[in-house]
């Protein structure tokens, strides 16, 4: 069983920050890539940032300059800094980890449950 937990959303005011964290736990060989997606409502899931297990790192042209993705791979975790936040940010963010049980399974996509992030005045 393997289980992504997040934490950190909530209310801001536009222009605010908020950090979102994403531990994995469960039954863990090796981690690749984790990642943080966010879904609107009416629109479709979609990526927001990703980070490989040597630190290279992904970004939507939405979040360039204004969010940061970092992991803490002895942690199993995964931070989202999200900086100069605008209303069109709100949406559920979900964790994403593609990871494998061990040495002989295949990496798998694993999400988390979501966290709402909400930016409004």
């Known amino acids: 069983q393997v289980q992504l937990v997040e934490s950190g959303g909530g209310l801001v005011q536009p222009g605010g920050s908020l950090r979102l964290s994403c531990a994995a736990s469960?039954?863990?060989?090796?981690?690749?890539?984790m990642g943080w997606y966010r879904q609107a409502p009416g629109k479709q899931r979609e990526l927001v940032a990703t980070?490989?297990?040597?630190?290279?790192?992904n970004y939507a042209d939405s979040v360039k300059g204004r969010f940061t993705i970092s992991r803490d791979n002895a942690k199993k975790t995964v931070y989202l800094q999200m900086n100069s936040l605008k209303p069109e940010d709100t949406a559920v963010y979900y964790c994403?980890?593609?990871?494998?049980?061990?040495?002989?399974?295949?990496?798998?996509?694993?999400w988390g449950q979501g966290t709402q992030v909400t930016v409004a005045s």
């Open positions: 994403n980890a593609n990871q494998r049980r061990s040495f002989y399974y295949s990496f798998e996509n694993y």
């Open positions: 469960g039954t863990i060989f090796e981690i690749n890539a």
């Open positions: 980070v490989t297990s040597g630190g290279s790192t």
